[in-house]
């Protein structure tokens, strides 16, 4: 089970950090990725995450970092700089295949469970 928090109403320019437990399984053996929706769109790859290894899109290249605490079995996203675009529900997700390959991690159909969402936004 993947449990995303961390959301909230924030200024632009301002930053939030979002957090996913997960609880039956260590989360230090998979890639974590975090994905956000807006209404009316896709479901757009942000960042992930395996071993020691990230990847971010494009959009938030440079504003947000992903980590990983294997002590608390979680992934953060700190997210700062942030713009209204930025505005979505964030979900948090875990993939179990074991592949090197980065590029298949930006694809949600990768991932086999996901977290409930957390709201973000950006607003003035």
């Known amino acids: 089970q993947l449990q995303a928090s961390g959301g909230g109403l924030v200024q632009p320019g301002g930053s939030l950090r979002l957090s996913c437990a997960a609880s039956?399984?260590?989360?230090?053996?998979?890639?974590i990725g975090w994905f956000r929706q807006s209404p009316g769109k896709e479901r757009e790859y942000v960042a992930h995450i395996k071993r020691n290894v990230m990847d971010y899109s494009d959009s938030v290249k440079g504003r947000f970092t992903i980590s990983r605490d294997n002590a608390k079995n979680s992934v953060s996203l700190q997210m700062n700089s942030l713009k209204p675009e930025d505005t979505a529900l964030y979900y948090c997700?875990?993939?179990?295949?074991?592949?090197?390959?980065?590029?298949?991690?930006?694809?949600?159909?990768?991932?086999?469970?996901w977290g409930q969402g957390t709201q973000v936004t950006v607003s003035s």
């Open positions: 997700a875990v993939s179990l295949y074991n592949s090197g390959n980065v590029y298949r991690f930006r694809r949600p159909e990768e991932y086999h469970y």
């Open positions: 039956g399984f260590s989360l230090a053996d998979y890639a």
